[in-house]
């Protein structure tokens, strides 16, 4: 494997630190200035290393749609309101939202901007672009990595002078008192740093590091495939031999500061065996929190979208490169690095902030929400059968359990205040204090 110029700092970190934790080679892997996985422009697609939803069909987009004006209807319909996105790819879903908002005339007129929360230097030209934005109402900033034009605020032009404003964190968003969020989080949380543990003999969780593969400690098998996603073919497994990378995972060889204050509920212990391994995020735990705390504070409203599960996993960390699954450990920079969503995470760092509905199965959530009314209407619109055919089959991958439609969950957060459960959920999921990932109805 050739030794890019990001792979040598990766490796000269470890080198002068020791060993480091996964989430550090994720966030350097993928955000890293140097040359990381989303400082590129054109990751997703058929041309990228993976298609997501909104990017198969604009059905997904027009459906979420749909959701936001008939819960925008039961909060009374609020005068003003701003979208906020949080990883917004290429800007496709936020433009198919805004364009099926437009058949709602009193909704759309209250959309009183977009904020995305997007680092990525050229993902934001390909969202400002999508937007129909103007760059000569632009304001960009310099960036020595880019060339100078990464868009910080600019104006719709398509969608009526909209402003439009991009953001690094959510903490840099600033919306007026009397303005509703609403927010739209689809495969973001995926992408956020995790920690790897295992439980040891001794009944201590010993943390899973990244070292260089000649180093003098012993290798770990790496991570195996978790459930497929329905657009990736899969290899048989996921490669762990320390020799096609430049790194390996190791054990640490005592408590890690990380696995004493990430693993320090005693939950943990309660709930998993010796030789068990977890996935941790506190930066997904932060963010929530942040989110939940917004949402209930400006009487907002929230959809989370996924691949996950509703309990903690142990071994689902791995890449994604030209729409198959790679060892993470190879060329970082190169491909996505995700992780299984942990929404009974999500939930426990939501837990008396907000109130969460779900997670439901994505293609239960389309289905009650109508895609099958709006796969007609396009049907009907058409009379090429290759067309016809298109949309059947991007239907089929949306919603069938064999392809998107199970592994993909559907979350809804709403203010603690809120009355009535939204559609098509049944009431809040609550959380067992001594066991977050139960879940009942209350």
């Not at 689809?186 to 593969?213: C, M, Q, R, T």
């Not at 691949?307 to 920079?333: E, M, V």
Request: hydrophobic share 35%.
């Amino acid at each position: 494997e050739e030794l890019t110029p990001l792979a040598k700092h990766i490796r000269d970190t470890i080198l002068a630190t020791g060993p480091i934790s996964v989430a550090q080679y994720m966030q350097l892997a993928l955000t890293s200035p140097i040359g990381g996985y989303y400082t590129r422009g054109q990751v997703f697609g058929r041309e990228g290393d993976f298609v997501t939803s909104p990017e198969i069909s604009q059905m997904f987009g027009e459906v979420m749609a749909v959701w936001y004006v008939m819960h925008w209807e039961m909060m009374g319909r609020p005068a003003k309101t701003v979208f906020v996105e949080l990883g917004p790819g290429r800007g496709t879903l936020m433009e198919d939202i805004m364009r099926a908002a437009k058949r709602f005339k009193s909704f759309y007129a209250s959309v009183r901007g977009i904020h995305f929360i997007e680092k990525s230097p050229e993902l934001r030209k390909l969202q400002h672009d999508k937007l129909g934005c103007d760059w000569n109402d632009t304001t960009t900033v310099d960036d020595k990595n880019d060339s100078g034009r990464t868009p910080v605020s600019s104006v719709s032009r398509r969608y009526g002078g909209l402003r439009v404003g991009w953001h690094d964190v959510v903490e840099q968003v600033a919306v007026d008192k009397d303005c509703v969020p609403l927010v739209m989080a689809h495969e973001f949380f995926d992408a956020l740093p995790i920690y790897k543990f295992e439980k040891g003999e001794s009944g201590n969780w010993n943390e899973i590091l990244v070292d260089v593969a000649d180093s003098n400690a012993t290798p770990m098998q790496a991570t195996s495939p978790a459930q497929m996603r329905g657009t990736l073919q899969s290899s048989s497994s996921i490669d762990g031999d320390s020799s096609a990378s430049h790194f390996k995972f190791v054990r640490a060889r005592g408590v890690t500061s990380n696995a004493a204050m990430v693993l320090r509920d005693q939950r943990f212990d309660a709930l998993f065996d010796k030789g068990d391994r977890v996935e941790v995020s506190p930066e997904s735990a932060r963010i929530m929190i942040q989110l939940a705390d917004w949402i209930s504070a400006n009487n907002g409203m929230g959809l989370i979208i996924d691949y996950g599960a509703d309990w903690t996993q142990g071994d689902t960390f791995r890449g994604i490169k030209s729409h198959r699954f790679a060892n993470p450990l190879c060329s970082p920079g190169s491909m996505d690095l995700t992780a299984d969503v942990d929404f009974s995470y999500l939930r426990f760092a939501a837990k008396d902030r907000a109130k969460c509905y779900g997670p439901i199965e994505q293609g239960s959530f389309l289905h009650s929400m109508g895609i099958q009314a709006r796969l007609q209407q396009l049907l009907k619109s058409t009379a090429d059968d290759k067309v016809q055919k298109d949309l059947v089959e991007c239907y089929r991958r949306l919603t069938d359990v064999h392809s998107m439609g199970r592994v993909y969950k559907v979350l809804a957060v709403l203010p603690s205040s809120s009355t009535g459960a939204p559609v098509p959920f049944a009431q809040p999921t609550a959380v067992d204090p001594g066991n977050p990932t139960a879940t009942d109805s209350t």
